[in-house]
């Protein structure tokens, strides 16, 4: 199982610090450094020194990272127009030299909306707004270089587009789906998704959702080995009983609490629940790190998790 390092930068982190978080994930041999999409903190907490753009920040790691791959989990189609986010996300993987991955979602968060004068519509618009973006996007990149792009929906409309740039990844950067609709998600994951993510749900929500998602490739004709599925679940291992909870207290979480809805526990029992999710079909586990000044709980994982799946 391929692991990889999830942050939440809206609850309080500048750039040098995801940067340190960053470098120290490539150290630590681990696969991706993703972050969320977010313009607004959750919870109490102060946030300070306030949001970053998700697309700024992951353009500056490129420059300052080698091997890991960068992405976000996700990135919300109400936030951007799909045309300069195709453009955005294209420069970032000639930035990075090919190791870009687009999470995309429907935006959930509707304090951030309001918080920043973004419209948000109601759900159903918001689904239908992101599937248009996903054949936009992804339309954009397969057109040939020299070719134009067209597209009439009921919400964006593009004449004539020279779709440039190119990202560097051909055909395209990965696209990442996630969510346990019933319905729309697995028909979007089915048609869209190079990967399709289950976010801090149980194992055995995991597994009906990969199901799902099965079983609408098999009704639209694609073979579902053809995408990666993976799960994102809080993380917090510590060498001892006392180190674990000196963690869990740092996050304002009980252990207790994250050993039933995250991972949690010594470097033995996160191996454990690793495996449990990887027998429910995971190929990929985000971490997701909440503590960003605790480089020593990324060295733990790296040297006492990572060997082991």
């Given at each position: 199982m391929l692991l990889r390092i999830f942050t939440e930068p809206q609850q309080g982190a500048d750039y040098t610090t995801l940067l340190r978080v960053a470098k120290a994930t490539e150290d630590g041999g681990f696969d991706a450094f993703f972050r969320s999409d977010h313009y607004l903190k959750m919870g109490d907490v102060s946030g300070l020194p306030g949001p970053s753009d998700a697309w700024v920040t992951l353009a500056g790691l490129a420059r300052e990272t080698e091997r890991i791959r960068l992405g976000t989990l996700v990135t919300a189609a109400t936030f951007r127009l799909p045309g300069p986010l195709a453009i955005s996300v294209a420069n970032v993987d000639d930035m990075s030299g090919g190791r870009v991955e687009l999470g995309l979602g429907t935006g959930w968060y509707d304090e951030e909306h309001t918080a920043y004068g973004i419209?948000?519509?109601?759900?159903?618009?918001?689904?239908?707004?992101?599937?248009?973006?996903?054949?936009?996007?992804?339309?954009?990149?397969?057109?040939?270089?020299?070719?134009?792009?067209?597209?009439?929906?009921?919400?964006?409309?593009?004449?004539?587009?020279?779709?440039?740039?190119?990202?560097?990844?051909?055909?395209?950067?990965?696209?990442?789906?996630?969510?346990?609709?019933?319905?729309?998600?697995?028909?979007?994951?089915?048609?869209?998704?190079?990967?399709?993510?289950?976010?801090?749900?149980?194992?055995?929500?995991?597994?009906?959702?990969?199901?799902?998602?099965?079983?609408?490739?098999?009704?639209?004709?694609?073979?579902?080995?053809?995408?990666?599925?993976?799960?994102?679940?809080?993380?917090?291992?510590?060498?001892?009983?006392?180190?674990?909870?000196?963690?869990?207290?740092?996050?304002?979480?009980?252990?207790?609490?994250?050993?039933?809805?995250?991972?949690?526990?010594?470097?033995?029992?996160?191996?454990?629940?690793?495996?449990?999710?990887?027998?429910?079909?995971?190929?990929?586990?985000?971490?997701?790190?909440?503590?960003?000044?605790?480089?020593?709980?990324?060295?733990?994982?790296?040297s006492d998790v990572l060997p082991q799946v």
């Open positions: 419209p948000f519509p109601g759900l159903g618009e918001r689904f239908d707004r992101l599937e248009e973006q996903l054949e936009i996007i992804t339309g954009m990149w397969d057109t040939p270089s020299g070719k134009t792009f067209d597209f009439e929906g009921a919400h964006y409309q593009v004449t004539g587009s020279p779709a440039l740039p190119k990202p560097a990844q051909r055909p395209r950067p990965p696209i990442i789906i996630g969510g346990v609709g019933a319905k729309r998600t697995p028909r979007l994951a089915a048609r869209f998704a190079d990967e399709f993510n289950v976010p801090f749900h149980s194992i055995e929500e995991t597994r009906a959702a990969y199901e799902r998602v099965r079983a609408a490739c098999e009704n639209g004709g694609r073979d579902d080995s053809s995408i990666t599925f993976s799960a994102a679940q809080v993380i917090c291992c510590g060498r001892d009983d006392a180190q674990l909870r000196q963690r869990a207290d740092a996050i304002g979480r009980s252990v207790e609490d994250l050993r039933e809805n995250g991972i949690a526990g010594t470097p033995a029992e996160v191996v454990a629940r690793l495996a449990a999710f990887g027998e429910a079909g995971a190929e990929r586990a985000y971490l997701q790190v909440l503590d960003l000044n605790d480089l020593d709980h990324l060295a733990l994982l790296a």
